[in-house]
């Protein structure tokens, strides 16, 4: 089996805008394909990470994505963690639920990306903002 070396790294995108979204869906992508996730993982972990990115952007104004290679025995993976200081989420578990929206969409972001990456954890801290912490493993 060919094994990358992983090499402890990570890489910060400010979100404050659309093309803020376009980056960072841009470098997980890139870390995604740098440490061999097939092509189909690979559009999921960007798609996850453009759903937290767009979160950030429509309920937060600004924040950051932080996209790093994590490592357990013979596993690879990314984890991704989204943190805003925007009015963070009232109601996590109604949050989670499909179709639940505070801002006119479909509700199905949040659930949605927890479906499409092996961990998931969302704390909230209602007026001093949100932090998504996802894994999705090779």
Same mark, same amino acid.
Not at 65 to 75: H, K, P, Y
């Given at each position: /089996?060919?094994?990358?070396? /992983? @090499? +402890?790294? #990570?890489?910060?995108? +400010?979100?404050?805008? =659309? ?9 997980? *992508? *890139? ?8 092509? +189909? ?5 960007? %798609?996850?990470?453009?759903?937290? #990115?767009?979160?950030?952007? $429509?309920?937060?104004? @600004? ?11 013979? &596993?690879?993976?990314? $984890?991704?963690?989204?943190? =805003?200081?925007? +009015?963070?989420? @009232? =109601?996590?578990?109604?949050? /989670?639920? =499909? ?13 949605? %990306? *927890? ?5 998931? @954890? ?5 007026? &001093?903002?949100?932090?998504? %912490?996802? #894994? $999705?493993?090779?």
């Amino acid at each position: /089996m060919n094994v990358p070396v /992983m @090499e +402890p790294s #990570a890489v910060l995108q +400010p979100v404050s805008c =659309d093309s803020d979204v376009v980056a960072a869906r841009q470098l997980a *992508r *890139r870390l995604a394909v740098e440490i061999g996730f097939s092509r +189909p993982d690979q559009a999921l972990i960007a %798609t996850a990470v453009s759903e937290l #990115a767009r979160n950030i952007v $429509k309920y937060a104004d @600004e924040g950051e994505i932080e996209l790093c290679t994590i490592a357990s025995g013979t &596993r690879f993976g990314i $984890k991704v963690a989204a943190r =805003d200081r925007g +009015p963070g989420v @009232e =109601d996590v578990e109604l949050a /989670m639920q =499909d179709g639940y929206s505070t801002g006119n969409s479909l509700g199905l972001g949040l659930p949605g %990306t *927890r479906r499409i990456v092996d961990d998931f @954890e969302i704390r909230s801290e209602p007026g &001093r903002g949100l932090i998504v %912490t996802v #894994a $999705k493993w090779r």
